[in-house]
Structure formats: C-alpha cells, structure tokens
C-alpha cells in the first residue's frame, strides 16, 4: 500500500464522521439554545469582513451587536460565521439573538451557525465522502483473487520459435 492510499483512507475513514459528529453536536446545541433559550432583539454595532483565500465563499464575518436584558442590563457580543450568512446586514440593522440567561458570557444570532439545510448538505456530503472512501478501500484493499488461467499447452502443442527468415 502506498502512503496516499493509507492518508487518504485515514481521511475518509476517521477524520469525516469525526467532523460529522462535530458538527452534529454544534447543531444541536445551537437548536436547543434556539428552542430553549431566552431572546432579544439585538442591534448591530459592527460587522467585520475576514477575507480568506479567492473564494467569496471563505470569507468570514464577525458580527458585533449590543443587545438588552429583560432587567435593563446592556450586553455587548460578537458572532464569527460565513460572511454570506450575514450579506444583508449592516450597522444598526436588528436581529435576534438567543442566549441562556444562567450564562451570559454567550449568545446566538438567529440564523446564525449551521443551519438546517446547511447541516443537511454538510451531513450529506459527509456521507458521500464516506461511501466513496469505502467504495476505494473494499476495491482495493479486497481485490477478488484471480480465476484459473488457461492451462499450459500440452508438449504436443509446443511450436519451437522461429529465429529468422
């Protein structure tokens, strides 16, 4: 076996249901503070672009926002996510925010983190990246023995070869 084969196995094989279940533990936290949790209306003071690589699709964005309590108390957070989860906002736009009140040191924009969908297509890539892993190994690894071939010819058989004209 050659060391891509193993890496890439070790890759398809551990390293993606581990971001699966990942990311299926950061879904659901963030649906049951959405459920479960407290809410309020949010303003937002700043939103800050982190360009990645060439794609628009690597860019991040952290999004600032200030927010109250039913007491009165001003709360100051922040929220990292995909810049094109938050493409429509700007300072002083309002959004929703969920959050627990017994921990106050975290709260969630409405829409933000994985979404449902968003979580559905991660998981079904996740799957299919799975299966095509499987699909290399058991090819590769279990490659079916070879069949009988064809028998020696018999001594009667047997053609001297021909050297020259």
Request: net charge negative; proline share 8%; aromatic share 10%.
């Amino acid at each position: 076996m050659n060391v891509q084969f193993v890496l890439f196995e070790l890759f398809t094989l551990v390293v993606t249901p581990l971001l699966l279940l990942w990311a299926r533990h950061t879904y659901q936290h963030h649906s049951r503070l959405r459920r479960k949790g407290m809410h309020a209306r949010a303003t937002i003071t700043e939103k800050v672009i982190h360009h990645g690589g060439g794609s628009r699709n690597s860019s991040t964005c952290t999004l600032h926002y200030v927010f109250s309590l039913p007491d009165g108390t001003e709360l100051h957070h922040s929220y990292e996510d995909h810049a094109t989860t938050w493409f429509g906002l700007s300072k002083g736009s309002e959004v929703d925010v969920a959050y627990w009140p017994n921990d106050l040191s975290w709260s969630l924009p409405e829409g933000g983190g994985v979404s449902g969908p968003l979580f559905s297509a991660y998981s079904a890539l996740a799957v299919i990246v799975f299966c095509a892993g499987l699909y290399v190994l058991v090819d590769r690894v279990w490659e079916p023995e070879p069949g009988p071939s064809e028998p020696p010819p018999a001594e009667s058989q047997m053609r001297p070869l021909r050297r020259g004209p």
